[in-house]
Nanobody, 125 residues
Framework: QVQLVESGGGLVQPGGSLGLSCAAS????????MGWYRQAPGKQRELVAVITSLGRTNYADSVKGRFTISRDNAKNTVSLQMSSLKPEDTAVYYCNADRIGSWYKGERYYGTDYWGKGTLVTVSS
């Protein structure tokens, strides 16, 4: 069974840096795009950054120049390095994979739209 597990959230002061990681586990043989989303209290979930299997990236305007997304295809992981953090970056950050190929009972199975449980990032002095 495929799972995404995030790690690395916590409390950081404004202007500080923090790194998030997400690992996909299971009998995985392929993952398309992976990304990070966030949801602040009282707001809708929004895209932060996404990276394709070939390494192409896309960022929300609000984080361009401050956040960097990367992935390790061999380890099925995606990371988000955040710097110059602002209080408005405070949110629960979710890892997402849009299509994962895995082995299930000896057969190839392709599932879509996988989510982690989220990790809280709080930017506050």
């Amino acid at each position: 069974q495929v799972q995404l597990v995030e790690s690395g959230g916590g409390l950081v002061q404004p202007g500080g840096s923090l790194g998030l990681s997400c690992a996909a586990s299971g009998s995985i043989f392929s993952i398309n795009a992976m990304g990070w989303y966030r949801q602040a209290p009282g707001k809708q979930r929004e895209l932060v950054a996404v990276i394709t299997s070939l390494g192409r990236t896309n960022y929300a305007d609000s984080v361009k120049g401050r956040f960097t997304i990367s992935r390790d295809n061999a380890k099925n992981t995606v990371s988000l390095q955040m710097s110059s953090l602002k209080p408005e970056d405070t949110a629960v950050y979710y890892c997402n994979a849009d299509r994962i190929g895995s082995w299930y009972k000896g057969e190839r199975y392709y599932g879509t739209d996988y989510w982690g449980k989220g990790t809280l990032v709080t930017v506050s002095s």
